[in-house]
Structure formats: C-alpha cells, structure tokens
C-alpha cells in the first residue's frame, strides 16, 4: 500500500539523501529499490561507506536509473594518487560528489589542496564528523578559503543528544550563514538516548531549522538502520518516513517538500558533473 501524507504535497519528490547499497556490508540495490517503492520513495543519493573505495558498484547502480539516482564517492585520500581519483570519479557522470571526513588535510603547503579539487572538479562534499572536527577553527577556515564547494554535514553534523550542550549547538549554528553549507536529519537512532520519536532531538532540530532554513536541511531514512542493528524492528523506515511531517509540528508545512526532496535536488544540482550524464566510454 502507498503510504499517504497529511501535510506533505503528493506532488513534490521524496529524495532520500543517503543510502548505503552493497555487496556485502550492506543490503543490495535491489532491496533498496524495493523498500524505495513500497514507501512511494522517489529518489536516492547513494552514498558510498566509509573504508571502501572501490566505487564500481555504486556507479553501476546509478547507471540504471540515472534519472533516479545519483552517487557520492569515496577516494583514498591518503595515497598520492588522490586528486588524480576525485577527477575520475567526475568524469564518470555517475557522481555528484566526494565523502570525507571533516578532520581531511593534505601534507605540504596547502593543506586544503584535496577540497580545493574537489571544488575544482565541480563536485560536492559530502562531510562526517565527529561534531568536534566540524566545529574546529580549522574547518571554518576551510569553509571561508572555499566558499564556492558546497558541502553538507551528514547525520545533523553529529551532533548527540543528551551528550553535546549548547556551546555545541551555537558554533554549528554559526555555520549556518554560509549559502554552501547543507545539513543532513539522520541517524537519530544513533544519536539520540530515547527510542523513535527520538523527543530529545526536537530541540536541536528546530534550532537547526531556525538558523539553517528549509533550503538547506534535507531528510534521509536511516534506511541502512536494519544492516546495522538487525535486531531492530524492522519498520523504521516506514517511520522515518513520516517523521518530519508526522512527529516535528515546528515544521511549516511549505517546508516539508524542501527537507524531504527538493533541497537534496538542490544540493545535487550545484555540482556540475551530472550534466551531460553517465560516461559510458
């Protein structure tokens, strides 16, 4: 059965903005796929995982559904060879960014040399904590030498409920005024001390809301939750499927289509890789 929404525009996409499919460590496209049509799920950025950068499936994954899908990278940045790979994985036309963490820095004189290729290839970034790297002065320098790459910080920048005060809380609101700079609602199961409807992440998500806008926070499913913590019930994608609209009264309702799709659309749309689609060479 499709799902109905009583706030949401049927209309407007719903774009999950991180999805980890695999092999092995993760559940397959086609698991995905299914789960995506069973929850009227329209779109997906995969996301590649962390320690893997090997990208070939991922970019066959998009291949088959370039007008759904689209894939962020990982390179090993601690090779030489690594801004010869971010120019790659742009030309392939199946990328739209790179995934980094944010404590990333190059040896020599420019310690920002793999971002700036990153922005030179036209990609986006695609950033992970912890939430103390993101707030180091040497991240907000990063962001101010660069203004140009857009970057999104993943999972609400990792901030932890319950554990991060409101010292955490203002310096990354900070980050805010910065038009490139996206944030990502997730991963509340790992983030937050209570079961779903997470109620000690409200706080932090109206703030986040207030000081980043609509236009600049966008949702994923925690569709990956089951592959981590199989003992889990099995339907919380189903409900965080509806969390925005169902469970966060703070959000007007014109902002929801924002957070649920267009603002992930919006986010992919800055890096411009994707324009002449997939190479197939």
């Known amino acids: 059965m499709t799902p109905t929404f009583s706030r949401y525009d049927s209309r407007s996409p719903i774009v999950d903005a991180h999805v980890h499919v695999g092999l092995d460590k993760y559940r397959s496209m086609e698991q995905f796929e299914g789960d995506a049509q069973a929850h009227a ?15 070939t499936y991922l970019s066959s994954c998009v291949r088959r559904a ?12 601690s ?14 036309g199946t990328f739209a960014g790179i995934r980094l963490e944010a404590r990333t820095r190059s040896k020599g004189g420019d310690p920002y040399r ?17 939430l103390e790297d993101i707030l180091d002065s040497s991240f907000t320098d990063l962001l101010n030498e660069l203004p140009q790459l857009p970057v999104r910080l993943e999972h ?6 319950g554990e991060h005060t409101s010292t955490h809380l203002d310096a990354l609101l900070a980050l805010s005024d910065r038009p490139r700079t996206y944030l ?8 937050s001390r209570l079961e779903y409807p997470h109620l000690d992440s409200h706080a932090f998500l109206r703030a986040t809301l207030g000081a980043f806008g609509a236009g600049k926070i966008m949702w994923s499913g ?7 913590d199989p003992g889990r019930p099995s339907n919380y994608f189903e ?12 959000v007007q309702q014109r902002d929801i289509p924002k957070i649920m799709g267009t603002t992930s659309l919006g986010f992919i749309a800055e890096s411009t890789c994707l324009a002449e689609g997939p190479n197939d060479e």
């Open 41 to 55: 799920v329209d779109r997906a950025i995969l996301v590649q995982y962390m320690g893997n950068f090997d990208n």
């Open 222 to 228: 925690d569709w990956n939750r089951n592959d981590l």
């Open 79 to 92: 090779q030489p060879e690594a801004e010869a790979d971010i120019d790659r994985v742009a030309s392939e």
């Open 156 to 161: 609400g920048a990792f901030f932890r409920f």
């Open 184 to 191: 990502m609602w997730s991963g509340y199961y790992d983030f």
């Open 66 to 77: 370039p007008d759904r899908y689209v894939g962020i990278a990982i390179v090993d940045v």
């Open 114 to 130: 793999l971002w700036r290729s990153i922005a030179d290839a036209g990609l986006v970034a695609s950033v992970r904590g912890p």
């Open 239 to 250: 409900q965080a499927l509806h969390y925005v609209e169902n469970q966060l009264s703070f």
